[in-house]
C-alpha cells in the first residue's frame, strides 16, 4: 500500500473514452437483484455498456450484460477486489439493490474535470460511522457511499483502489467504506460530491423534495435485494416509482 496521496495532475486525457456500468456481486441473491438493476439501467440508459462480475453465473439471462466475468474467492466486499479490473475508461459502479429511474449517461461527463463522484453516506453521524481507522479525520469529512460511484481508469485512481482492497483485508473491519473515508481524506484526487438525487437511499427524502428542488436518478434501497425473481423486481421497482410519483402529486397540491 502507498496510502497516498494520489496526484490527479499525472493523469492522461483520452479522446474518446469507453464508458460502461459495473456491478460486482457473490451469491445467487444478490447476482438476481443485480440483473433487475441493470433491467433499470437498460430502460434508461440503453446505450450504456453494462458489465457484471459474479460468482453465480448461471443466474444470468441472456441479452442483459455486455460481457459476464467470473470471481474467484468471492466474499461478502467483492467489490473492492475488482473494481480496479474495470474494462472501461469511465465506469459507474452500481450497488444490487439500485434502481435507475432516469437517463444516468450524464455522469460520466462529471469525469471531465473529476477523477471520481460518490455521494456521502447517509447516516453519516451514526457513531459506527463515524469509526477512524489509523488518524484522526473530521466529522465533517464522512464516510462516502460506495455503493454509487462513478471514476476513471487511471493510473491514481486504479492505485488508490489497490490501496483500498488492501486496507479492507488487512483493516479487520466489517464494512469497506472506513478505510475508503481515510484513502479519500489522504489523497490529492479531484473528487465530487455527487447531489442525494443520484444516490437515494430512503424514500422518506422524496417526500420533502420539490420537483424545482431535486428529480431522483438512482434509488438505493435495501429493500430491492428482497424483490429477486424478475416479475417481483419489476413489481417492486414499480411500486417504488408510484411511490415517488405520489410523493410529487402531494407536495403540488399543498
Known amino acids: 500500500m502507498t496510502d497516498g496521496p494520489y496526484k490527479s495532475n499525472e493523469v492522461a486525457e483520452i479522446a474518446t473514452p469507453v464508458c460502461g456500468v ?40 441472456d441479452g442483459i450484460f455486455d460481457m459476464v466475468h467470473l470471481i474467484a474467492d468471492p466474499h461478502r466486499r467483492s467489490k473492492v477486489d475488482y473494481m480496479a479490473k474495470t474494462r472501461f475508461d469511465r465506469s459507474l459502479y452500481l450497488d444490487t439493490d439500485t434502481r435507475v429511474v432516469k437517463d444516468i449517461s450524464n455522469m460520466f461527463d462529471l469525469l471531465d474535470r473529476f477523477d471520481l463522484a460518490i455521494a456521502h453516506a447517509h447516516e453519516r453521524q451514526k457513531k459506527s460511522n463515524l469509526e477512524g481507522w489509523r488518524c484522526h479525520i473530521p466529522d465533517n469529512f464522512p464516510q462516502m457511499n460506495s455503493g454509487v460511484m462513478v471514476y476513471r481508469r487511471t493510473p491514481v485512481v486504479m492505485e488508490m483502489l489497490s490501496d483500498w482492497q488492501a486496507a479492507f483485508h488487512t483493516a479487520d473491519f466489517n464494512k469497506d467504506q472506513v478505510t475508503l473515508r481515510e484513502l479519500l481524506w489522504l489523497s490529492d484526487l479531484r473528487i465530487y460530491i455527487l447531489p442525494p438525487e443520484y444516490n437515494v437511499r430512503y424514500a422518506k427524502y422524496i417526500k420533502v423534495w420539490t420537483p424545482s428542488e431535486a428529480e431522483p436518478k438512482i434509488l438505493h434501497f435495501a429493500s430491492f435485494h428482497h424483490e429477486v425473481g424478475i416479475i417481483q423486481g419489476l413489481r417492486g421497482w414499480r411500486r417504488q416509482l408510484r411511490k415517488l410519483k405520489n410523493a410529487y402529486r402531494d407536495v403540488k397540491k399543498a
Open 22 to 61: 459495473n456491478y460486482i456481486c457473490t451469491g445467487a441473491t444478490f447476482t438476481k437483484a443485480g440483473v433487475n438493476s441493470a433491467r433499470s439501467v437498460r430502460m434508461h440508459s440503453p446505450n450504456l455498456q453494462i458489465d457484471i462480475y459474479t460468482d453465480s453465473p448461471s443466474e444470468i439471462p
